[in-house]
């Protein structure tokens, strides 16, 4: 059982820069692959990037590859997300999310924090 709370969401303008943390409980948090997710108003969910459990591997979506960056503190049972070079479009609610398998669909992931939402103005 993990328990993920996100934080670090906030207003920002385009092309700034934010950094999301995900807090996750639970003494096996190294074994499990992280992801981050983003939900907008009438949008579904979507995959935005992943990290193993190691965190030698990362994954990511093609409209934030060179902008974004996943990383990861098993000494912490932290996550994070730097992003930069915001977009007014990339305004959502950023979900941190965990599970055994490491994929791009959220249906695969047992384990969501609440969210933190994200607001880039033009």
């Known amino acids: 059982q993990v328990h993920l709370v996100e934080s670090g969401g906030g207003l920002v303008q385009a092309g700034g820069s934010l950094r999301l943390s995900c807090s996750a409980s639970?003494?096996?948090?190294?074994?499990?692959?992280m992801a981050w997710f983003r939900q907008a108003p009438g949008k579904e969910r979507e995959f935005v990037a992943a990290?193993?459990?190691?965190?030698?591997?990362?994954y990511y979506a093609d409209s934030v590859k060179g902008r974004f960056t996943i990383s990861r503190d098993n000494a912490k049972n932290m996550v994070y997300l730097r992003m930069g070079s915001l977009k007014p479009e990339e305004t959502a609610v950023y979900y941190c999310?965990?599970?055994?398998?490491?994929?791009?669909?959220?249906?695969?992931?047992?384990?969501w924090g609440q969210g933190t939402q994200v607001t880039v103005s033009s």
């Open positions: 990290i193993s459990g190691s965190g030698y591997s990362t």
């Open positions: 999310a965990g599970d055994i398998d490491i994929t791009n669909k959220p249906s695969d992931y047992d384990y």
């Open positions: 639970g003494r096996t948090f190294s074994t499990y692959n």
